[in-house]
């Protein structure tokens, strides 16, 4: 299949160049990052090492549309990705979003309808320079439509003979929420506190914690029509710190680097879905307004 990776950053660099292996694929990424590929191939390192040759640019515009278009940008740009792309790619384009946060597949599926896919992913990779990207746990994808299951399980196919286990799920909207459940529980807590995803597991009071702000999620994914189960999604937080307890989470690395974050599009869309319903959700508010804090400081001139 000829695939197109927007927003070729960490997560979408490791996608893309495993899909390699069995498809024709083109990476959108910036300058610096696309040019390294251009000139030594993208180099997988971790769990996975191998350098991979496929084609890198820095605009859509330099390369034909795909059959399926696979958007992995911050949720913050998910619009802008849209406008970029709405003109470039053909009707038959499929379009998935593998990103974190909320709201992403309405925005694709305004532009796309059945052509719009949803997924999460909890594939593990880091940025290390441009050009290269770690591998830390292929982890598992699960993609889906309840408006277009075939092709659906088109695509799960295409990830799992690349390597990358995938099934596919008719209820995506419940699986896009769980997955930023776990994002909300855990994103935040390690950014502010600093610290890898496995010492969520080592305190009584960080573990309580994070219990309750699990417990503000699934309330207000209730009151959206979301059947989320608390015990089970309180055990996924505790299964992913484990499986990942030596990674630092996305949120975290945006911090420590002094980039944006994803909070508004995590725990910011469950505080004010939560205002709406008349469901109380402290702990999401006060850890938006921290990140955001953080965020404010790093933006500071220094001196």
């Not at 660099?13 to 899909?19: E, F, M």
């Not at 940008?73 to 470039?88: G, I, L, M, N, Q």
């Not at 309405?106 to 940025?127: C, I, M, P, Q, V």
């Not at 710190?241 to 990674?247: F, G, L, Q, V, Y």
């Amino acid at each position: 299949m000829r695939v197109c990776v927007f927003g070729a950053g960490s997560l979408g660099s490791a996608i893309g160049g495993l899909l390699a292996r069995t498809n024709q694929v083109t990476l959108v990424g910036r300058h610096s990052h696309v040019d390294a590929i251009r000139r030594n191939g993208l180099a997988l390192t971790g769990d996975i090492r191998r350098i991979v040759r496929l084609e890198a640019v820095e605009s859509v515009g330099e390369t034909d549309p795909p059959e399926l278009l696979i958007v992995t940008t911050k949720a913050y740009d998910t619009a802008e990705a849209v406008s970029v792309c709405r003109p470039w790619a053909a009707d038959a384009t499929m379009v998935l979003t593998l990103q974190n946060g909320l709201g992403n597949l309405d925005l694709l599926r305004d532009w796309k309808g059945s052509k719009a896919f949803g997924g999460t992913t909890t594939l593990g990779a880091t940025l290390t320079s441009p050009g290269k990207v770690r591998i830390s746990g292929l982890g598992k994808t699960v993609i889906g439509s309840d408006l277009d299951p075939k092709n659906a399980r088109r695509i799960a196919g295409i990830f799992s003979c690349s390597g990358m286990p995938a099934s596919t799920s008719r209820d995506v909207i419940r699986e896009i929420w769980s997955k930023a459940a776990v994002s909300a529980c855990i994103n935040p807590t390690t950014a502010i506190l600093r610290i890898p995803n496995g010492r969520l597991l080592e305190s009584p009071v960080i573990s309580r914690f994070v219990n309750e702000v699990c417990d503000e999620c699934v309330a207000v994914a209730r009151k959206e029509g979301i059947r989320l189960d608390v015990k089970a999604l309180r055990s996924r937080i505790r299964l992913v710190s484990r499986n990942t307890k030596k990674n630092f989470s996305s949120m975290l690395q945006d911090v420590e680097w002094g980039r944006r974050t994803e909070i508004s599009q995590i725990n910011g869309v469950f505080f004010r879905t939560g205002e709406r319903h008349g469901v109380a959700t402290p702990l999401n508010r006060v850890l938006t307004a921290m990140v955001e804090a953080i965020e404010e400081q790093a933006q500071k001139p220094k001196g």
